[in-house]
């Protein structure tokens, strides 16, 4: 293993055999490297494997096959080690209910050999970095989900640790409390500590990863940075177009463009279109003629037009 890397998974397989059932291949065959200091996103719809990875990589469950390293150590091999290099936001939560919010971050601080010292100086400000200051002596079981939620990843920043890995930790978090803790997370990978997330959030991986990969079914089907991912071949932008007036042949043909998305709001619409740049400009120009614009403007997609496209271009090739 290289030593500038966090992470490297190879050809990892997990196969579950659930009793009177057919075997699931959650993860099928997944490579994928993180280096350290950087932010990495596992991302992919309900059931693609993320979560199943994490438990790979944390040691929580073993690969039918392929081979998982954290920190350098062997996720089989040296389960204790790995164990030691990292500190995980599993997607169900687990903590003391019947603790204070200081409480839990107190326990676990201690837990994992925590000077005190260093302790109470650090968790003041976890409490406040995660919004948790004013409720720091409220039972956790007392908090609202998107608290508790924040307490979990409170506590795996508090660890001190090279790798921390987050299994959807902003799912359910309020828009505000969400700002915050992508903001934790940026400043704790500024710190040097490497960050695996899992999210099916696609705004939030392009604001946040600098590498990404999209499973799908067990299987990587894209990789590489935001902008690499959405350059793979399938260039789509977004654009917005307000047009002088709109008659029934304009709506014909804009759904005749084939669009990813089509939203006509009176004059104004919204259209996401898997073209290249030449053919934008040259369609930008027919529009105009033909229909007359009064005003246009023009984006690459999200990453969130990329993947639908990405992960139905693969139900397509397979069938
Ligand atoms: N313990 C298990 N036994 C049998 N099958 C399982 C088990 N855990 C997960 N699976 C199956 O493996 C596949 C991958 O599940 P996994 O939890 O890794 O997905 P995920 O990407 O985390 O999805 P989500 O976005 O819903 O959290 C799914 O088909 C799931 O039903
Ligand atoms: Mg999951």
Same mark, same amino acid.
């Given at each position: 293993?290289? @030593? $500038? *890397?966090?992470?490297?998974?190879?050809?990892?397989?997990?196969?579950?055999?659930?009793?009177?059932?057919?075997?699931?291949?959650a993860v099928d065959g997944v490579s994928f490297s993180v280096e350290r200091g950087t932010i990495f996103g596992l991302l992919g719809p309900n059931g693609a494997g993320k979560s199943t990875t994490i438990k790979v990589l944390t040691t929580l469950t073993p690969p039918t096959s392929g081979k998982a390293m954290v920190?350098?150590?062997?996720?089989?091999?040296q389960p204790l080690e790995t164990r030691q290099s990292l500190a995980v936001v599993l997607q169900?939560?687990?903590?003391?209910?019947?603790?204070?919010?200081? @409480? $839990? *971050?107190?326990?676990?601080?201690?837990?994992?050999?925590?000077?005190?010292a260093e302790a109470n100086k650090r968790i003041p400000e976890v409490l406040d970095q995660f919004g948790l200051y004013d409720d720091r002596?409220?039972?956790?079981i007392d908090l609202s989900g998107g608290m508790r939620r924040r307490l979990q990843v409170a506590k795996a920043f508090l660890s001190g640790k090279p790798v921390i890995i987050l299994d959807e930790a902003t799912t359910g978090l309020d828009p505000i409390n969400r700002r915050t803790t992508l903001d934790a997370i940026r400043q704790q990978a500024s710190k040097g500590s490497t960050i695996i997330l899992t999210t099916h959030l696609l705004d939030e991986a392009e604001d946040l990863c600098d590498r990404l990969v999209i499973i799908n079914d067990g299987?990587?089907?894209?990789?590489?940075?935001?902008?690499?991912i959405k350059r793979l071949g399938i260039p789509a932008y977004s654009m917005q177009l307000i047009f002088k007036n709109i008659?029934?042949?304009?709506?014909?043909?804009?759904?005749?463009?084939?669009?990813?998305?089509?939203?006509?709001?009176?004059?104004?619409?919204?259209?996401?279109?898997?073209?290249?740049?030449?053919?934008?400009?040259?369609?930008?120009?027919?529009?105009?003629?033909t229909y007359g614009l009064i005003h246009f403007e023009v984006h690459m997609a999200d990453l969130e037009d990329v993947f639908i496209n990405l992960l139905s271009q693969r139900k397509e090739d397979n069938r």
């Open positions: 293993m290289k @030593n $500038n *890397l966090a992470i490297e998974v190879e050809n990892l397989t997990k196969i579950y055999t659930p009793r009177r059932k057919p075997p699931v291949r920190n350098g150590f062997d996720c089989v091999g169900q939560n687990a903590f003391e209910q019947f603790m204070s919010v200081l @409480n $839990n *971050l107190r326990t676990y601080a201690q837990f994992h050999h925590i000077p005190r002596h409220t039972h956790a299987k990587i089907i894209a990789e590489g940075n935001v902008s690499e008659e029934d042949e304009t709506r014909k043909y804009l759904n005749r463009l084939n669009p990813l998305h089509l939203k006509i709001n009176n004059t104004t619409v919204d259209i996401t279109l898997q073209r290249t740049h030449q053919e934008i400009l040259a369609l930008i120009k027919e529009l105009d003629r």
